[in-house]
């Protein structure tokens, strides 16, 4: 199961080497993309004169104030630069007080600005699972035919977690009532979330000390904007907690919400077999890319593109069926639950049309860059936007109601079978693919590791314990185009389960790892440490488990509450040796997801770039004070090797505090001892 590929020889980007012979070799530019399907798309790019994110952002420099968080421009008076103090000025101490005209000092402006993308990350994230949760309650009443209950068994759990009485009331009263007070959540005014109890108990207890347990979705989304507002919250550490509330609010609301009404009506994910990358693209079939976010449509696009009349129709065009690849967080979606292709990450977005054969592009909400549609003016592709929350110009939009999912679904569908046979000559499919396995849900991994008579974490706890795993880390997140795309995912991932760290992963990261192969049973013998590959091959899995897209970074809070309830690795989530990160972030979703890991007890180290550099007050608060408050706290590292070691330190700080660290130089040592009489 190699990379079907390695004719092609590797291909690296573009590099500004000086006149041989001198050493004026100092501008050789960092590689564009370890993806070889991607260098090839950003070849043809080249050749054609057609832009792309890989090349706009070598002449896009970016504000050195405002990547430093130190621009203010919340009312008309501003914008107001606060840059951080020059190391030395004239040979002495740069000392000159920083302030906006309204008086705002370095960390109030850094502060706000952290939050502000805390607020748009949480309500991206809550936006999804309200539309989610409304959906849910239209096909509980029987409005919106096309969706149901797959998952009973959750629909119970969750009812039970909502204090639902379920005692003799049918599948769909039950469906009714968590629908309703789901919804509730968003605009729920005081008390707290009813997911924080899921929560390990002092997990609860040191939210309700800081007074950061949310009350509801959007009124700590509200909150920030109202507490940023000119004039109103001018302390750094009082806008912090604001920021940890809205973020909680994500990951134990809205996200959490997403996934587990998700799960109940399109199913649990379960482990399958499936492909990823731009060779899962065909020349004979109608490619048809789901791209964004929300699995409500792409659902329904995956029903409608299986039905014999569209295939029918397909065939009648010259084409021999429909394929169908996603890109971004609906890949994620539709690749757990029914083990469709991915067709790429963020940065492939452009590339997955530069090969002149995607036919459609159907977009929802969230990580579509509006270049889409420049370069689908130089192919035939159609971008079809589909929410009235998101549009582009230039793009046909064909607004999905999910009321009447299937008309809607099959119209998309249709649209792009029509395209079809607009396709030029001007065709470029890279042979690159992959295998990959995912479908690990918190229950599938609960299950496989339990066995089949009692699912449990005791098997994985007990790993830990007796020191084969290390720990645990959930690497997530983005591409970012300021740095080598896919680059850092990978080695960090290498470096981790090298170490016999277990990997879960979400996103767009899963989708770096799973084009190198990390996410196939087999990579355990060929990249992870001893111990770690034992487990993995006596259990069927890969080291690197592959949980979803990124409102599923939930489940890995679940996960880690079930470490913890199952015993022997203390009594919270921050005794866990478990850390986070997110090697190429962009979005404030990622800001918003680090925070309420950060915020639940977890280690937390993010890549390319740093959002506060320009107060250091604020930073040491990001990456030291925090540690007291919520026994996890953020770090920065851009070489992504660095910061995996960053990870295992805390990891082993974590062991040795457990007491379990030296049952790991045990397992080493009698692993060594193995090997020495294997091999006399
Ligand atoms: Fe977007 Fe979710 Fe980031 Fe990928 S990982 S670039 S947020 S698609 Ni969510
Ligand atoms: Fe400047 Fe204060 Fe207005 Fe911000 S709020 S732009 S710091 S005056």
Redesign the pocket.
């Known amino acids: 199961m190699a990379d079907e590929s390695k004719k092609t020889k590797k291909t690296v980007g573009k590099k500004k080497v000086g006149k041989e012979g001198t050493d004026k070799d100092k501008t050789v530019s960092p590689k564009k993309t370890i993806c070889n399907a991607t260098q090839q798309m950003i070849e043809k790019a080249a050749r054609e004169g057609i832009s792309t994110s890989f090349d706009r952002v070598e002449s896009m420099k970016p504000c050195p104030i405002g990547a430093e968080g130190s621009c203010c421009k919340n009312c008309g008076m501003g914008p107001c630069r606060v840059p951080a103090p020059k190391k030395k000025v004239e040979g002495k101490e740069d000392t000159k007080k920083r302030q906006g005209i309204c008086g705002a000092t370095a960390e109030t402006i850094s502060a706000r600005n952290f939050i502000r993308m805390i607020a748009g990350g949480a309500a991206s994230h809550s936006d999804h699972g309200r539309g989610v949760a409304e959906t849910f309650l239209a096909a509980a009443k029987g409005e919106a035919p096309g969706y149901g209950v797959k998952d009973e068994q959750k629909l119970l759990q969750i009812a039970m977690d909502f204090g639902i009485e379920i005692e003799g009331k049918s599948t769909k009263t039950i469906a009714i009532e968590v629908g309703e007070k789901a919804l509730a959540e968003f605009g729920r005014q005081e008390g707290e979330l009813c997911f924080l109890k899921r929560a390990p108990l002092k997990r609860q207890e040191i939210w309700r000390k800081l007074g950061v347990a949310p009350r509801g979705i959007d009124r700590e989304v509200v909150e920030i904007m109202h507490r940023t507002h000119m004039g109103v919250d001018q302390d750094y550490e009082n806008l912090l907690l604001q920021g940890a509330r809205a973020a909680l609010a994500d990951g134990w609301g809205g996200s959490m919400l997403g996934t587990e009404l998700q799960d109940i009506m399109f199913g649990t994910p379960v482990p399958l077999l499936s492909k990823v990358n731009l060779g899962i693209l065909k020349e004979d079939e109608v490619n048809i890319i789901i791209h964004g976010?929300e699995p409500l449509l792409s659902e329904m696009i995956v029903v409608a593109a299986r039905d014999p009349e569209m295939v029918e129709l397909a065939k009648s065009k010259g084409a021999k069926g429909i394929n169908l690849g996603g890109i971004?967080?609906t890949a994620n979606e539709i690749l757990m639950r029914h083990g469709v292709p991915l067709a790429g990450?963020?940065l492939q977005q452009e590339a997955a049309i530069i090969t002149g054969v995607v036919d459609a592009m159907v977009v929802d909400v969230?990580?579509i860059m509006q270049s889409v549609q420049d370069v689908a003016n130089c192919y035939h592709t159609k971008i079809i936007t589909t929410t009235p929350k998101a549009k582009i110009p230039g793009a046909t939009h064909m607004e999905f109601d999910e009321h009447d999912a299937m008309t809607g679904a099959k119209a998309i569908v249709k649209a792009a079978i029509e395209n079809y046979p607009r396709r030029t000559k001007n065709i470029d499919i890279p042979s690159h693919k992959m295998d990959l396995v995912a479908g690990f849900s918190h229950e599938t991994i609960n299950y496989l590791l339990g066995g089949m008579f009692r699912a449990s974490y005791r098997p994985l706890n007990d790993n830990i314990i007796n020191g084969r795993i290390r720990g645990v880390a959930g690497v997530v997140?983005?591409?970012n185009a300021r740095v080598t795309h896919d680059e850092g995912h990978v080695a960090m991932v290498k470096e981790l389960i090298k170490n016999d760290v277990i990997v879960l992963q979400t996103?767009?990261?899963a989708m770096a790892c799973a084009k190198a192969g990390l996410l196939l049973p087999e990579a355990a013998s060929k990249y992870a440490g001893a111990g770690l590959a034992e487990v993995c091959e006596t259990v069927g899995i890969p080291p690197v488990l592959h949980m979803g897209?990124?409102v599923d970074n939930s489940r890995i809070l679940v996960a880690a509450t079930a470490m913890v309830k199952d015993g022997g690795l203390g009594d919270d989530i921050s005794d866990l040796p478990v850390a986070g990160a997110a090697p190429e972030w962009?979005?404030e979703?990622?800001i918003s997801i680090g925070q309420y890991f950060v915020s639940s007890g977890v280690f937390t180290v993010f890549g390319a770039t740093w959002p506060t550099t320009g107060s250091d007050v604020l930073t040491k608060h990001l990456f030291e004070e925090m540690e007291e408050m919520y026994g996890g706290k953020w770090a920065f590292e851009p070489d992504p090797i660095e910061a995996a070691k960053l990870m295992i330190a805390h990891i082993d700080s974590k062991r040795k505090a457990l007491g379990i660290d030296k049952a790991r130089e045990r397992v080493l040592f009698d692993m060594e001892m193995r090997r020495d009489l294997e091999s006399a």
Do not use: I, T, V, W
């Open positions: 976010h971004c967080c990450n963020f969230q990580c997140g983005c591409n996103g767009c990261s897209s990124c962009m979005s979703k990622a």
